[in-house]
């Protein structure tokens, strides 16, 4: 089992900053792949930025340039940093950890980010 903890999330006005963390414990295996995905309401889940364990990184075309997904010095936790952030930003966001060798798949609960304009 892996469990993960989110935080960071709040309001925050167009234009602005946020950043999230997302700490992963439990069966935590190095070659891992941990990211980020948004629900809006009404909408799909959808990813935002993923990172694996060697630090490639994919993004969301939508927030290609504005955002930037890291890992901490202790590889479980991951960040994203959140930049110019739109109102059409507003979802919340969960944290995910994957390895695909034995099927491991977590989400966390979720932390609201809200964009006001």
């Known amino acids: 089992q892996v469990q993960l903890v989110e935080s960071g999330g709040g309001l925050v006005q167009a234009g602005g900053s946020l950043r999230l963390s997302c700490a992963a414990s439990g069966s935590i295996f190095s070659s891992n792949s941990m990211g980020w995905y948004r629900q809006a309401p009404g909408k799909e889940r959808e990813l935002v930025a993923d990172?694996?364990?060697?630090?490639?990184?994919n993004y969301a075309d939508s927030v290609k340039g504005r955002f930037t997904i890291s890992r901490g010095n202790v590889k479980n936790i991951v960040y994203l940093q959140m930049n110019s952030l739109k109102p059409e930003d507003t979802a919340v966001y969960y944290c995910?950890?994957?390895?695909?060798?034995?099927?491991?798949?977590?989400w966390g609960k979720g932390t609201l980010v809200t964009v006001s304009s």
């Open positions: 990172i694996t364990s060697g630090g490639f990184t």
């Open positions: 995910h950890y994957e390895y695909p060798p034995l099927g491991m798949d977590y």
